[in-house]
């Protein structure tokens, strides 16, 4: 069902690629798709393109930006703090609302509010902060899954929204570790015993998050994040037999990335990944023909290319499966998901 699509390119077909992969295309981009062809097709809709940073249009209280002007990378006046956090934050989301609006040919949005579903953040993190992890999310697109998820994990937007912040060797906090496995990564699985949900224990949460320890957002002008090694725990951690009873030793300011690094040599993690891609652009239902038809050899294709999104994704696009009749007349689970995370964001702005 994953084998390229090889039956007639009209509009139908051309509306149904654009339909899911953006947020709206108009009778001349339709007829755009039908004259590149499905192939010519893909190569569009995979190509990022430029754009201007977002700017204030109706706020004049921030002496380092004005109307017209962008505030990204800029200092905030503790004299205007929360008037100027409010306005950036509109402009944020204003920009990435218009963005979507306006941007029909390529899928770049549609991918950025995939991630943003996936590593989900709040806005508690100061605007640039968010600013920086929405252009983390369009760097790795459809990029690299695993250095992508070394990227996120210390993002500081992350580290603040799953108390990162707060998780020190003293007083470990597995709120990013749990979350790490059960939704970013490899996925629970079904409860096997207590505390064992088929792919990782309650104790490689507990030994993850240690590995975790030492990570601090700062709050101020440089909005990168801190390693601080005196909260950083540095005894060896030993995880479950999930994870072939494997040790992480101290590693530091790299140690993360060693986490990560384990994590991912579990095939799993291409599996989960790949069920979420399919619920995103195809349809909610994994049925065990789609685990055994689409979303196996999908995951397949993500780990032979050493865990890149594109060829996967581009694998599913342009499948016979995706356009089948059975997949242009379902509905993916719910088009108003797609922007339930930037709306609750915007809650209380």
């Known amino acids: 069902m994953l084998t390229p699509y090889t039956g007639p390119w009209n509009f139908a077909e051309a509306a149904h690629l654009l339909r899911r992969t953006t947020f709206g295309s108009s009778r001349a981009r339709i007829e755009q798709a039908i004259e590149e062809g499905l192939e010519g097709s893909m190569e569009t809709l995979m190509d990022i393109p430029d754009f201007e940073p977002p700017?204030?249009?109706?706020?004049d209280g921030d002496p380092a930006a004005?109307?017209?002007e962008s505030w990204v990378?800029?200092?905030i006046d503790n004299n205007n703090l929360n008037a100027i956090r409010g306005a950036r934050r509109a402009s944020t989301f204003g920009w990435w609302l218009r963005q979507m609006n306006l941007d029909n040919q390529s899928m770049i949005e549609k991918m950025v509010m995939f991630?943003?579903?996936h590593f989900v953040v709040g806005i508690e993190a100061r605007p640039n902060m968010n600013w920086f992890y929405l252009q983390k999310l369009r760097t790795f697109a459809w990029g690299n899954f695993r250095e992508f998820t070394k990227e996120i994990t210390i993002d500081q937007s992350m580290l603040i929204f799953l108390n990162g912040t707060e998780n020190l060797s003293i007083a470990p906090n597995e709120n990013y570790a749990r979350?790490?496995?059960?939704?970013?990564t490899i996925g629970k699985g079904p409860v096997v015993a207590p505390g064992d949900?088929?792919?990782?224990?309650?104790?490689?949460v507990q030994e993850i998050a240690k590995s975790l320890t030492g990570w601090y957002a700062w709050t101020n002008s440089t909005w990168q994040p801190a390693f601080l090694s005196f909260f950083h725990n540095s005894t060896t951690k030993q995880l479950s037999h999930r994870f072939d009873n494997q040790q992480i030793p101290n590693g530091g300011i790299d140690e993360y990335k060693n986490v990560i690094d384990i994590i991912f040599e579990q095939e799993e993690v291409a599996h989960h990944i790949c069920r979420r891609l399919y619920i995103w652009f195809v349809n909610y239902r994994l049925t065990p023909e789609v685990e055994a038809q689409v979303i196996a050899p999908m995951a397949q294709i993500l780990l032979d290319n050493d865990y890149e999104i594109r060829p996967a994704l581009e694998a599913l696009l342009k499948s016979e499966h995706f356009f089948s009749e059975e997949v242009r007349g379902c509905m993916i689970?719910?088009?108003?998901?797609h922007f339930y995370s930037i709306f609750k964001s915007l809650e209380g702005n």
């Not at 700017?55 to 706020?59: K, L, V």
């Not at 979350?179 to 970013?184: K, V």
């Not at 949900?197 to 490689?204: A, I, K, L």
């Open 179 to 184: 979350e790490l496995l059960e939704l970013f």
């Open 197 to 204: 949900y088929t792919n990782y224990t309650e104790q490689d």
């Open 66 to 68: 004005g109307n017209g």
């Open 73 to 75: 990378g800029l200092p």
């Open 55 to 59: 700017i204030y249009y109706n706020f």
């Open 333 to 337: 689970k719910n088009p108003s998901d």
């Open 115 to 117: 991630w943003h579903n």
